[in-house]
Structure formats: C-alpha cells, structure tokens
C-alpha cells in the first residue's frame, strides 16, 4: 500500500562519496566509487506524522519509545515539567531524556503530534520504521539509493541542489543558524522541525533530502564500507557499529555537524529514537 506521494527514480550508474574530502575521516565517505542501481520508487517526502497515526490506528502498534516510557528531546524544544527530564546524554548535555516523549508527543507529555501532521514524524527507531515498511508494502532505502536520490541528477555536488549552501541568500533546507547548542536565530524560519516541502524539491522532486530530520537508511554502518563496496545495487555490510542516517537534521551546523552535505553519513543503534530523526520509504520499480 502507497500512502504518500512517489517519484519513479530510472536509476543507472553515478559517483557516490565525498568528491570534495571534506567529511569527517571516522565517517567514510572515500573513496568516491561508481554504483549502478537499478529502478526504483521513493516518496517524495519523508513519512508526517499524519501518516505514522494511520498506521497506528490501524495496527495499534506501540513505538519502542513508548515502550521504554522515553526518549531524547533537544533542550530547547522540551515540553514537559521538570519531574519528567530523566536525565541527559552523555557527551552531549543538550539532548534532554524526556519522560512521555514518543511520536505522539515528539517534544515531551505536553506536546502532541495533531498539532504539526505535516511535520515528518520523529521519535521513531530503526525497527518502528521497519514495521512501518511492513504494513505500507515498503521498504528502507539503501544508502545508495538515498545518496542517489538526494543529488537529484547532479553529479559532484556538495549539497541537493548545488555547491552553495544559500544561493541567492535563499535557504534551501532547515538547519541551524546561529551559536550551538544555545542560541538558533532560526533564520530559515524553524527552530524544530519544518512541514515536508517547505524548502523547495531536488531535480528529481524530493523534498527535504537536507535538513529537518535524518533519515533511516537499510544499510549497516561500517566506515570502510565504500573500499569493498560492490558497483550493483550494494546493500551494505552485514555488520556494524549501527544503521546508517542520511541527510542531517534541524541541529545541522558546520562548527558541529556538517553533514547536511549530500555525501554525509552517520549511524545510530536500531533501537535508538530522538526528536530529529525520521524516514521516508522506498519500493522496487517492477
């Protein structure tokens, strides 16, 4: 079943990595390899919460941060009393441990999702957003699917729509302007989240591919990957340090994590959920 808008992607052969050698070295995005996909259907934008509630509804299913009864939420986005902050990550204080925060509460128990259905739905692991696949008849892109969909037919491109950040002084995704952690001037118009197709599509029409919220990709994470990746359709290693994100989030800064670059990459454990982390699904082309 499709629930969202869709693109058909023809495929074909293009450059996947860093070609500017700007990323962080632990990351792995070198060398620059050739890889053939083959056709395929992605949505245009990533999964709203209006969508995950359909599933919900029809399925009863119950999130792994509800199951865990929390889950992580930037500071200055917390909706929630004092008795319900639990904590704070380690290494990173700005990330709240909120009790109550779950896709339906995204920001924490005094937040609910009926007020932005259009945002993309947040607070979701790795395996929500496998049984999400399960019941739409979906899947999880590849990393190489997402990285090729991202540049939206530009080859060697720093970002989704070309090599300047903000051409014409126009912002084409939500990320953070200002000091981090503490102070975001919010030029692009958002301190959290943005509706889907707020920044205008790539040239292949897929909204958002930078920015707002990372996104869920198949793949294990393992850095040295791109050395032995196979050219046709790779799916990744069969192990590693944990899933793969693309596409940067709303806390995106170049003085903290500049991987809103379209070659960008990180990872997450499977089980983990945050308030900028999301997905958007893909299906084969036949």
């Known amino acids: 079943m499709s629930v969202n808008d869709e693109v058909l992607l023809s ?29 395929f259907r992605i949505d245009a934008t990533a999964v709203t919460n209006s969508m ?19 889950s992580a939420v930037f500071h200055l986005l917390v909706r929630a009393t004092g008795r319900d902050i639990v904590g704070t990550a380690a290494g990173a204080p ?8 779950d896709w339906a509460h995204p920001f ?10 259009d945002h993309p739905v947040v607070q ?10 399960v019941w739409a008849g979906r899947r999880l892109p590849t990393e190489a699917e997402w990285e090729y969909a991202a540049r939206g037919g530009l080859e060697g491109k720093r970002y989704a729509w070309g090599d300047e950040l903000t051409p014409g002084g126009e912002h084409h995704c939500n990320i953070w302007q200002g000091v981090f952690p503490g102070a975001n001037t919010s030029e692009d118009g958002y301190l959290g989240t943005s509706p889907v197709k707020t920044f205008p599509a790539n040239g292949y029409g897929l909204y958002e591919m930078a920015g707002n919220v990372w996104e869920w990709c198949a793949d294990w994470f393992l850095p040295k ?41 990180t990872f997450n454990t499977p089980d983990s959920s ?13």
């Open 124 to 133: 979701v692991s790795h395996f929500d957003a496998l049984a999400y696949c």
């Open 108 to 117: 924490g128990p005094d937040s609910h999702w009926s007020e932005s259905p």
């Open 225 to 265: 990957y791109y050395r032995q990746s196979p050219m046709d359709n790779p799916q990744g290693p069969t192990i590693g340090a944990g899933r793969v994100m693309r596409g940067g989030s709303y806390l995106c800064h170049d003085s903290y994590c500049n991987r809103y670059r379209v070659a960008a990459r």
């Open 52 to 70: 995950f509630a359909c599933f919900v509804k029809e399925t009863g299913y119950r999130t792994e941060a509800e199951q865990y009864g929390s």
């Open 94 to 101: 700005w990330w709240f441990n909120v009790r109550g925060a």
């Open 11 to 39: 495929g074909g052969v293009f450059s996947m990595g860093d070609v500017f050698d700007e990323g962080y070295a632990a990351d792995g995005e070198t060398p620059v390899h050739s890889v053939r996909l083959d056709a």
């Open 274 to 286: 945050s308030g900028n982390c999301g997905f958007r699904t893909v299906r084969n082309a036949s």
